[in-house]
C-alpha cells in the first residue's frame, strides 16, 4: 500500500482584493489541519479591520489567525520585518506539526515569505536626503535620476511613485548595485503550493463595488475618525491604504464622503489590477479560473490541487 505523503510545508493563498481568499484559506487550514498567517500589509495594522476587510472572529471558523493586529497606525510597514515575522509563525507551525496557510495579497510579503529575499539596510541619512529632495523638486526628477542609474529600475516603478524613487535611490547609494540586483527571484526557503484565485474582471469589478458599499455601510467612515485621533494621519503607511486615504480626504474637506467611497472603488480597482499583474509573473502559482469560482466550487477545487501536488 502506498504510503500517503505529508502535506506541503507551506500553501499560499493569493490574488488580487475580493476574489475570496480569506475564506478559502480557512477552508483549506480546516481540511488540512493548518493555521492561517496574513500576508495582508495592511490588515497587520490595530484597529483598521472595516476597510481592509479583515475577518471576525466568528467568521475565521475556529482557525488561528496570526499576524494581525501587530502595528500601530504610526508605525511605517516593513517587508523585512514581516519577513522575521512571518518566517518565525512558519516555523513554528511546522514544528508543531502545523500546516501554515500564507493569504493575502501584498505580493512582496508573500514572497519574504516563501522566497530567498534579502532587504537592504536602510540609511537615515541617505533617506532623509532624498526625501528632502522628493519634496523640493518633486518625483519626476528623481525617477530621471534613477533612469540614468538603474534604467530597468526606473521602467519598473511609475514616475509618480516617490517613495519607491526614493527607496531604489537609496539601495543603490547604500550597495553600490543596480536596485534590480536586489529585485526578488524565485529560489524557495519553504516548499511550497501556491494558489491563485482568479475571478474575470467584469465580476471581480462587481465584488470591488460590493465590498466598498458594505465597508461604509458597516461604519468605515467612524472607523477612521477613531484611529485619526490615534495619528492615523501622520502613519507613513497606514494612512495611505485604500479607502482611509479617501476617508482621511473628506474628513478634511478636501472632497466629499460620495467622492471618496466612488474614489475607493475607482483605486481598490486600479490596485486588484496591479496585485493580479504582480502574482501572474510567478509561473509557480496554479490559478483556478473564473469559471470555477463562479460555480463556487472554489474550495473544493483547491483543496484537490493541493492534495494532487502532494501525490504527484
Not at 96 to 125: M, N, Q, W
Request: aromatic share 4%.
Amino acid at each position: 500500500m502506498r504510503r500517503q505523503a505529508p502535506p506541503p510545508r507551506v500553501i499560499t493563498v493569493v490574488g488580487p482584493t475580493a476574489a475570496g481568499k480569506s475564506d478559502l484559506g480557512v477552508f483549506l487550514a480546516q481540511r488540512l489541519g493548518g493555521e492561517v498567517v496574513n500576508a495582508d500589509s495592511m490588515q497587520l495594522y490595530r484597529g483598521m479591520d472595516i476597510g481592509t476587510a479583515k475577518l471576525t472572529p466568528a467568521e475565521r471558523g475556529g482557525i488561528p489567525h496570526h499576524l494581525l493586529d501587530v502595528w500601530d497606525v504610526t508605525d511605517t510597514a516593513s517587508v523585512a520585518e514581516y519577513q522575521r515575522l512571518a518566517r518565525a509563525e512558519i516555523d513554528r507551525l511546522l514544528a508543531a506539526g502545523r500546516v501554515p496557510v500564507l493569504v493575502g495579497g501584498s505580493g512582496l510579503y508573500v514572497k519574504g515569505a516563501i522566497d530567498a529575499l534579502e532587504f537592504p539596510g536602510t540609511d537615515p541619512e541617505v533617506r532623509a536626503r532624498l526625501e528632502e529632495e522628493l519634496a523640493r523638486n518633486g518625483s519626476g526628477a528623481l525617477h530621471a535620476r534613477l533612469a540614468e542609474a538603474d534604467p530597468q529600475a526606473a521602467r519598473a516603478i511609475l514616475a509618480g511613485n516617490g517613495r519607491r524613487i526614493v527607496r531604489a535611490l537609496e539601495v543603490i547609494e547604500i550597495t553600490g548595485k543596480p536596485f534590480t540586483a536586489n529585485l526578488p527571484g524565485d529560489e524557495a526557503v519553504y516548499d511550497a503550493v501556491q494558489i491563485g484565485v482568479d475571478v474575470e474582471r467584469p465580476e471581480l469589478d462587481a465584488r470591488i463595488t460590493a465590498r466598498v458599499d458594505r465597508m461604509w455601510e458597516a461604519g468605515l467612515v467612524d472607523e477612521v475618525r477613531h484611529l485619526e485621533t490615534l495619528g492615523l494621519r501622520e502613519g507613513r503607511t497606514a494612512s495611505r491604504a485604500l479607502g482611509y486615504q479617501q476617508v482621511l480626504a473628506a474628513l478634511a474637506g478636501e472632497c466629499t464622503e460620495q467622492e471618496a467611497r466612488a474614489e475607493t472603488v475607482r483605486a481598490t480597482k486600479r490596485f486588484a489590477r496591479r496585485q493580479d499583474s504582480w502574482f501572474r509573473r510567478d509561473a509557480r502559482v496554479r490559478w483556478l479560473s473564473g469559471a470555477e469560482a463562479r460555480r463556487r466550487e472554489l474550495p473544493g477545487l483547491a483543496l484537490a490541487l493541493v492534495e494532487r501536488a502532494v501525490t504527484a
